[in-house]
């Protein structure tokens, strides 16, 4: 039965999060506007930035790296697309895919729209990414494997309903913009190393609002086009796994998100994590070989990468990087100068990357051996929780290297609960 309109509706207007939940989404708010805020003069920040002030227009929503305000809309599409430009934002393994820059960007301009307090905005933005994750669930591996791109997808419905509870949409609205973001919803993983993949979260904001705002002024469209006949599901290899919808307004998944160390794709965080554990030797590396989910292959296995973005989608780069003593959580480690440099290509020819399936998406294998023949065997498992406290000063650390003092004044005001229009001003300047 096409019922998922519905139970994502009540979800999305009856909630109430826990404060651990809440306290994961703060780190992630943290998080988001730290690689928002230094990626605001990459390449595709600036062509997008350029382009909201030439079309100008209503000035409610602030955007990365200007004091002028635009539409919602666009500062939706300009910040998902921004904060998603160094791909150093978080990820959720459940269904492969980053939450906070489809759903924040979508939550930020509609606060701001509606004028909503500090609250209710991270409340809002807890509930979408919470939606985004359990759709994306939902939707399964078979449609992230066909080639879509879950940030794009699962992440629209999210900010639609971000969007939707801080607009005041009622149970019935609500329904008719998860309809309509279902005829929205887009991202394709063949723009992996392209500026069209943080698009992907940029256009998943910008739809996930729309959808909310037309809604809001009475736009009717089918609910049943999630899970219905000819719905998103059916015609976008969707498996409809239930699970997604189990302890749905109980139980929170959100709080296992993962917040990158390492500025290049997740999926190559745990080999990175397994090969920070070598122990010093004398003895020359012959060979590597990297064991990994076979998923990742078709992900961020770039064989021979040229250029920065394409570096982030490569474990024989990133991993030749680190032997080479190239620090892989700095900005500006993933270059093409990097892809070029002698040392690093020689060391790229020793890797061999291999699909493992008793492997977990997020636990990778490392095998280094030595010239004398010697093997070490590596590994590291993302999915052991170091605590909260110690989630808490990695990321706290990490927008600190970012950003400087600006880290601790978006602290200051996320813990304060502080208006959203407070944390705006701050990401714009």
Not at 264 to 286: F, R
Request: net charge negative.
């Amino acid at each position: 039965m096409a019922d998922l309109a519905a139970r994502f509706a009540k979800f999305a207007l009856t909630a109430t999060p826990d404060e651990e939940a809440l306290a994961v989404m703060r780190l992630s708010l943290l998080d988001w506007a730290a690689v928002g805020i230094a990626g605001q003069d990459e390449p595709v920040a600036a062509l997008l930035r350029a382009q909201a002030l030439e079309e100008g227009g209503a000035e409610e929503a602030a955007i990365f790296g200007s004091a002028t305000r635009v539409p919602g809309r666009m500062a939706a599409l300009v910040n998902g697309t921004v904060s998603h430009a160094l791909d150093y934002d978080d990820t959720h393994f459940a269904h492969i895919g980053h939450p906070s820059v489809a759903v924040v960007p979508a939550a930020l301009a509609a606060a701001q729209i509606a004028g909503a307090g500090g609250m209710a905005f991270q409340q809002a933005a807890l509930i979408g990414a919470e939606a985004s994750v359990r759709i994306g669930v939902w939707l399964g591996r078979a449609h992230y494997q066909a080639g879509f791109h879950q940030t794009g997808t699962a992440g629209a419905f999210g900010a639609a309903v971000a969007a939707g509870r801080l607009l005041g949409l009622d149970e019935g609205q609500m329904q008719m913009a998860l309809g309509l973001v279902s005829t929205r919803a887009s991202g394709l993983k063949s723009q992996f190393g392209t500026m069209g993949k943080p698009m992907n979260a940029g256009i998943a904001a910008q739809n996930g609002l729309e959808a909310a705002l037309l809604a809001r002024r009475g736009f009717v469209s089918n609910p049943a086009a999630i899970d219905g006949p000819q719905g998103f599901g059916p015609t976008h290899h969707g498996m409809a796994d239930m699970a997604g919808l189990e302890g749905l307004g109980e139980a929170w998944l959100f709080p296992g998100v993962h917040h990158k160390f390492h500025a290049c794709c997740h999926g190559l965080h745990a080999a990175l994590e397994a090969m920070a554990t070598l122990p010093d030797t004398p003895d020359p590396i012959e060979k590597i070989t990297v064991h990994t989910h076979p998923r990742w292959l078709s992900v961020c296995n770039i064989e021979a990468p040229q250029t920065g973005l394409e570096a982030k989608f490569s474990y024989r780069l990133a991993l030749s990087m680190a032997l080479c003593g190239q620090d892989t959580a700095r900005l500006d480690s993933f270059s093409a100068e990097t892809c070029a440099n002698p040392e690093i290509e020689d060391m790229r020819g020793r890797i061999d990357v291999q699909a493992d399936d008793s492997l977990s998406e997020m636990q990778a294998r490392v095998i280094v051996t030595l010239a004398d023949g010697t093997p070490r065997e590596l590994y590291h498992d993302l999915d052991a929780d170091p605590g909260l406290s110690v989630r808490q000063q990695k990321v706290q650390d990490k927008a600190a290297r970012l950003i400087g003092e600006k880290a601790g004044a978006i602290r200051d005001v996320l813990d304060r609960a502080a208006s959203p229009q407070d944390f705006a001003a701050l990401i714009a300047g």
